[in-house]
Nanobody, 125 residues
Framework: QVQLVESGGGLVQAGGSLRLSCVVSGRTFSTYVMGWFRQAPGKEREFVAAISRSGGSTSYVDSVKGRFTISRDNAKNRVYLQMNSLKAEDTAVYYC??????????????????WGKGTLVTVSS
């Protein structure tokens, strides 16, 4: 069973930065497309960013382009989300997700097999 554990959430002022991290169990991390999703209070979960197996392709939702950066370290079984210039509307529970389905490298991956339990990011205005 694949396990994903997120960390790095917390309370930050608007304009600040946070770096989320997600560690994935098992020896096949490099075979997964990885993604970050978020769910704000009272809203549906939405796609934030994704990264291909090699890290060569990334995709972002328009609202975070230029502010967030997704990256991965296949040697450490980790994926990261660097979040800069945070806004109050970025407040949400952020989830890490993994999938083995081949991905085009654009838009959101259509399906994710495995999910973490999430980490809360609160941005105060």
């Amino acid at each position: 069973q694949v396990q994903l554990v997120e960390s790095g959430g917390g309370l930050v002022q608007a304009g600040g930065s946070l770096r989320l991290s997600c560690v994935v169990s098992g020896r096949t991390f490099s075979t997964y497309v990885m993604g970050w999703f978020r769910q704000a209070p009272g809203k549906e979960r939405e796609f934030v960013a994704a990264i291909s197996r090699s890290g060569g392709s990334t995709s972002y939702v328009d609202s975070v382009k230029g502010r967030f950066t997704i990256s991965r370290d296949n040697a450490k079984n980790r994926v990261y989300l660097q979040m800069n210039s945070l806004k109050a509307e970025d407040t949400a529970v952020y989830y890490c997700a993994a999938d083995r389905t081949p991905w085009s490298g654009s838009d959101a991956p259509p399906h994710m097999d495995y999910w973490g339990k999430g980490t809360l990011v609160t941005v105060s205005s």
